[in-house]
């Protein structure tokens, strides 16, 4: 199996709201290098789809889940910009051993 397909979706817990991670989603992919950057096709109340350059789509949801924000990205060509996104959101705090959610 090719490799690529294992990071075709991504997903990430973040301490963020669900519509600060759309709106850092728009900040992030709009303000990349001109090779990378996405531009907003589609929007919804918990998602964003994204085009660039040849058409590639990419997609990034985000919903609220046991006091923090699970975030999903999606995209076959842009899976290294999907990754560093992710990783520009702020984690999701730790519950203290113990304490569930």
């Avoid at 990378?36 to 918990?46: D, I, K, M, T």
């Avoid at 590639?56 to 990754?83: K, P, R, W």
Wanted: net charge neutral.
């Amino acid at each position: 199996m090719h490799n690529q397909s294992n990071r075709t979706f991504q997903t990430a817990r973040t301490s963020e709201s669900p519509e600060g991670v759309l709106k850092a989603a728009r900040e992030f992919f709009s303000r990349r290098n001109a090779i990378y950057a996405a531009y907003v096709e589609h929007e919804g109340p918990s998602h964003l789809t994204f085009r660039g350059q040849g058409g590639e789509e990419i997609v990034v949801a985000a919903f609220a889940q046991d006091g923090g924000t699970v975030v999903n990205g999606s995209s076959y060509m842009f899976d290294q910009q999907v990754a560093r996104f992710l990783s520009t959101l702020a984690p999701a705090a730790q519950a203290p051993a113990g304490v569930t959610a």
